[in-house]
């Protein structure tokens, strides 16, 4: 485990003119060049996909943030632990969008501790109130690597195999005071397959190196708030299933939301089931989501039953997860010289302005790089293919 893989440092590499990168078109002006590196920037979340690999539909994350005394520095405005709120909450909402019938859990570490901000549900909003009371945090201490994974590792471990387990590790600290030998753990996360990411705010940590290598994680450190923003993103679509996961049938019930009314005789306020775990939330209730098989009841989905163990989820649910299992194909990237039909886009309708456009290779409909990025972001399939299917 100790012995790590040679890699170049950015210093022991050759020395690269990064300033010959910017050059002048004939009036001097630098505008191209800069149109240029912003188009590859967005094309590059399309072409690090992972194509046609299998993705994981039901995701366990647990995301660890650091609020130890580093926290309070000011690289990052207003200071780093706002900041890492702030681009958490955007995570949040963009981590149940595209991943609906998955959960989510917080965990804070602070003076040598670790403890739980939410615990692992599928709903946006209780994190997000969460995130927002955390900004008043006091910042003490040092953050505990071990006592973050082991408390993120009490319920990961439960989880069935068909899910993935993943931990992502928000870490300002260069240093981690650890009651025990965090490689033991290490060893236990690789048992239980978890796999464990790090975002680091100020450097390159060898122990946070050895843990997400060790686990099959990735490890990168934050240049500034917008590299921040774009490693977070990383972490919204789900990792690559793996070949030793479970596959096998998933029972799932789809329970309607039944609202009662004062005015009916039979109708009988009652508890959910899922407030049994915390004493906030709603008390006494008139409607809510009532499981198919053994009638629990419970105010949001998706859930797995406490009673029964099945898993509770929304038919919209589902169908929005689907296409992690069927990516869709890359679309081809040509010059827009070599298109002579009428030059407008099959999505936007909008004319065709930039140097290149990009072919469905099923149906031959040709889209521009805007449209290409928001088909393969957000909407997973091309239009044209649905509004003719015989060209499929």
Not at 9 to 25: A, P
Not at 265 to 287: E, I, N, W
Request: charged fraction near 25%; aromatic fraction near 6%; charge should be negative.
């Amino acid at each position: 485990m100790d012995e790590e893989p040679e890699r170049t440092k950015r210093w022991e590499g050759g020395y690269e003119r990064t300033w010959e990168v910017l050059k002048e078109d004939e009036s001097g002006s630098l505008k191209a060049t800069v149109e240029e590196i912003l188009f590859q920037s967005k094309r590059k979340r399309v072409t690090e996909s992972h194509g046609q690999v299998r993705l994981g539909m039901m995701r366990h994350l647990h995301v660890v943030i650091d609020c130890s005394r580093t926290m309070d520095d000011h690289d990052l405005k207003p200071n780093r632990l706002t900041a890492s709120l702030k681009l958490m909450e955007t995570f949040v909402e963009d981590y149940f969008d595209q991943n609906p019938i998955s959960q989510l859990g917080l965990i804070t570490t602070k003076n040598k501790r670790a403890e739980k901000l939410t615990d692992l549900a599928g709903n946006p909003k209780k994190h997000v109130i969460a995130l927002k009371k955390a900004v008043d945090t006091l910042c003490i201490g040092e953050p505990s690597l071990y006592n973050s994974l082991n408390l993120a590792i009490q319920s990961l471990k439960h989880m069935p195999g068909h899910t993935s387990r993943e931990i992502l590790v928000i870490l300002s600290s260069l240093t981690t005071c650890d009651p025990a030998n965090i490689c033991e753990l290490i060893k236990t996360l690789q048992s239980l397959k978890v796999r464990v990411s790090v975002i680091g705010l100020s450097a390159e940590v060898r122990v946070c190196t050895v843990l997400t290598r060790e686990t099959g994680g990735s490890y990168h450190v934050i240049l500034d708030e917008s590299h921040f923003k774009e490693l977070l993103m990383l972490h919204v679509k789900p990792p690559p299933a793996s070949s030793s996961s479970e596959c096998s049938l998933i029972r799932m019930g789809f329970p309607q939301h039944t609202i009662a009314y004062l005015s009916d005789q039979d109708a009988k306020p009652s508890f959910s089931m899922a407030h049994l775990d915390s004493s906030s939330g709603a008390g006494l209730s008139l409607g809510g989501y009532f499981c198919p098989q053994c009638h629990a009841k419970y105010t949001e989905l998706p859930v797995e039953c406490k009673v029964c163990g099945l898993t509770l989820v929304s038919a919209p649910h589902l169908a929005r997860s689907f296409h992690h299992l069927f990516p869709l194909q890359a679309f081809t990237e040509s010059p827009a010289e070599e298109l002579h039909e009428d030059r407008f886009c099959q999505a936007c309708q909008g004319q065709l302005k930039d140097k290149s456009i990009f072919t469905c290779p099923i149906c031959g409909s040709v889209f521009c790089s805007e449209c290409d990025l928001f088909i393969h972001d957000l909407l997973h399939c091309c239009p044209c293919c649905i509004h003719n299917p015989s060209n499929t």
